[in-house]
Structure formats: C-alpha cells, structure tokens
C-alpha cells in the first residue's frame, strides 16, 4: 500500500456540507484533485439525512450574524439545485404563531430581525392566519414566511454525490479520520495528503480541529431529537406551523412540519444525549465520549446554565407520546393529537458549547489557516445555509491565507 495518497483539497464529511463544499469548489477548481472521506458507507448517514428538510427563511437571527448572512442565500440556492436536479420542493410555508402578550413581544421583535435580514415575512391578524393555515391559531398576530419550504435531504445528498463522482471526485467511504502526523492525514484505510483540508465532520468537528490548533476551548454537546409522525389518512395541515422560540437558546421548539412528501410531523425534541451517537442502545458507544460528555452535563445542571436543569427535565417528559403531542396542539384547533404516534429515527444536533463560558454558541463558527479549514457548529439552519456557505468559503482568501485565521461570529 502506497505512504499516502495526494490531492490539493481533501474533505472530512459526506453530509451535506462536505457535499455542497466539494460541489462549488469542483465548479471553480475543475483541474484540481479533491476527495471526500467519510467514515459510513454512504452521504448523509447522520444529521443531513435525519434533519426536517425545512429550508428556513433567516428572520430568527441577528443582523450581524453568520445565520443571518446565509440562510436567505441558502433558501433560494438550495431551491435552485433542487429544480435543476428534478428534486421536488414542496413550498409549503411557515407560519409563527404566539400564546400571549410576552410572545406577541418576541414576534415583533423576530419580524424586525426578518426585515433587517432583508427576508420576505410580514405580520399578519388572526383572520389573515384562518386564510393562510385554518388549523393553527395565535395570539392577536402571527408571522408569515412564503419562502419556508421542505425538501427530501436524503434525495439532495444523493444527488450530489452523483455528480461528484461524474466530476472525478474521489469518495473514500467507511474511511474514519484517526490522526493527523504533521502534514498526513492518517485513517483506518488509507493515508492522504492535502495541500487544504476541509473538516466538514458534525458531531466529531470539534475533534478534528483540536488536532490543527483550533476549537481548543469548545466542545460538542449532542443533543437528540425525535419527530412524531401523524399516522391518520387526512391532510390537517398544508403549513409550518411554529411557536415563538426562545431567544435564549437555539431551539425552536415542538413545532408542526410538513414534509416533501406532504406527511406532517411534529418535533423535534432535544433532549441531551450521552455520547455523540446517541440515536438508541448502546450502539456506537463510547466510555471516554460518555464521561467526557456527561461531566459537562452535570456542571451545566448544577450551574443551570443557559437554564439547562429546566431544559433535561421538560425534554425527559417529551418521551411520553401524549404529553408530546399535547405541546404541539398548543398551536392548533381542533387537532386529533392521538394519531401522532410514530416515532421517527432520531438525530443528533451537533450543539457547540464553550467551556469557559459553560454557554451554547449561537451561531456558526469557521475557524481556519492555510492548511486547514474548520466548520463548526454546523447546526440548524445549516442544511438551508450549505449552498450559501461553500459559495463564501470559495473565496480566494478565505480557502488559502498565508497566516492563520479564525472568524467567529457570536449570535446575540
């Protein structure tokens, strides 16, 4: 077996990141010689093929901002693949409703955000929402958003890679990055050499990057989450509907999703998970992750950061199906809750934490130099932002700076 194998950009991950990145940097590099590794035997295994497949619009996210930079973008780029690839995009909308004065207080202030976000919403009465979604109900007002839609993300990673490898990219899968040893990268197949490597890896992100100096002061926090399937014959609802979040944290809470296929689930939950692979048993444990991880949970529940303690308690009782669904007909009228009973496979959100600070980043993070580029904290709405994301990273100055640099923007 030959020392290592040479390419000028090497790619860890074959989600949808890793995917969309090799995507833009083959359309602008198509001489140069890329691969793709990753560690399951097919895209989008973990969090880009368990994810919703809502393409969000980008008002929940301040101005200054890297969620509020791309998802806009990413929204309308995400949909011009699809409907260059025959991938159907079911434009379903969205919908935020409120339950009070307080939250009425937060609509306004997330239709400020859209505005600001140049996003296409607008604040509409409680007559205008029976119009838009007649199941759901609100407080005095609601947000609209015709630019939310769903798409299958399975069927998107796929097709990508399809046309990758009609591009000569190099896929290497069941291919697990294990160390880097100066400029090699060593794994349990084969070794590589880039001239750039790209960590586009989720839920193991933060692991690669300590071995190139960066995220020394992050770690990844997993979190589950788990849809429930509506199970009954009718189509109940045609629209997203959501709560009003809190700002606090980066969850949207238990929320109604209309998928590509027109099925309707609600979720997600998320709950804390023990180790990064989590989704159920023991598979895929690890004892170092699992006392790693859990001393973090348990500080952050004796210091009830970010008000944690609250967060493990109320998501423990979303096991119960009944309780679950009753969250979600919060938001609704006259909703038979018992035929959301299926539960779907669950995912793992890659949720950044900083350990100094023992509180959730907020926003995306890139960190990098002229060896090695970082995404990190690639959560929701990543999957919206891909597209957008790797047309930014395709920058001559972001891809190759002679002196190391790391961007970090802070939602707030």
């Keep these: ?25 083959q359309k602008k590099y198509p001489d140069k010689r890329i691969a793709i590794i990753e ?3 097919d895209v989008a295994k973990h969090a880009s093929g ?3 497949g809502v393409l969000h619009a980008g008002f929940y996210y301040t101005s200054n901002s890297l969620k509020a930079k791309f998802t806009k973008d990413g929204n309308m780029l995400m949909k011009e693949f699809c409907d260059s690839n025959g991938i159907y995009v079911n434009h379903c909308k969205k919908v935020v409703v409120a339950s009070n004065e307080e939250e009425l207080r937060v609509l306004y202030e997330l239709y400020d955000r859209g505005k600001q976000n140049g996003v296409d919403i607008s604040l509409i009465d409680e007559e205008e929402l029976y119009q838009i979604e007649p199941n759901s109900k609100t407080y005095k007002r609601a947000l609209f958003s015709p630019t939310t839609a769903s798409v299958n993300p399975v069927e998107v990673c796929k ?14 899968f069941n291919t697990k990055y294990l160390k880097r040893k ?19 890896a989720g839920l193991y992100a933060d692991v690669i990057a300590k071995d190139y100096g960066f995220s020394r002061d992050r770690i990844i926090i997993p979190f589950k989450g ?9 189509q109940l609802i045609k629209t997203n509907i959501y709560p009003v979040p809190n700002l606090l944290n980066p969850f949207l809470g238990v929320h109604y999703t209309v998928t590509a296929d027109n099925h309707i689930k609600i979720g997600p939950t998320s709950m804390p998970a023990f180790w990064r692979e989590n989704y159920g048993g023991l598979r895929n444990f690890k004892l170092a992750e699992f006392l790693q991880i ?11 950061s970010f008000n944690f303690r609250k967060l493990a308690i109320s998501e423990i009782r979303k096991y119960n199906k009944a309780h679950f669904a009753g969250l ?18 669950p995912g793992i959100r890659a949720q950044l934490l900083n350990k100094k600070t023992l509180e959730l980043e907020m926003d995306f993070i890139i960190e990098g130099d002229s060896k090695s580029i970082h995404l990190l904290n690639a959560v929701s709405p990543a999957f919206t932002c891909s597209f957008s994301i790797a047309k930014y990273l395709m920058n001559t100055e972001n891809l190759r700076e002679p002196e190391p640099k790391s961007e970090t923007i802070t939602y707030s």
Excluded: H
């Design 328 to 345: 979600a007909k919060k938001l609704t009228n006259n909703l038979e809750i018992r035929k959301f009973n299926q539960w779907l496979k």
């Design 294 to 304: 859990s001393y973090f949970e348990i500080l952050l529940f004796i210091t009830n």
């Design 226 to 234: 788990i849809y429930l399937k509506y199970t009954g014959s009718d």
């Design 39 to 41: 560690k399951e035997n």
């Design 50 to 52: 368990r994810n919703s």
């Design 182 to 200: 100066e400029d090699i990268i060593v794994t349990n197949k084969v070794n590589f050499k880039p001239k750039l490597l790209i960590n586009a």
């Design 159 to 172: 097709k990508l890679k399809e046309i990758l490898i009609e591009k000569k990219v190099d896929f290497f």
């Design 1 to 25: 077996m030959e020392a290592y194998k040479e390419y000028d950009y090497l790619l860890i991950g074959a989600g949808i990141m890793g995917l969309t990145i090799c995507f833009e940097l």
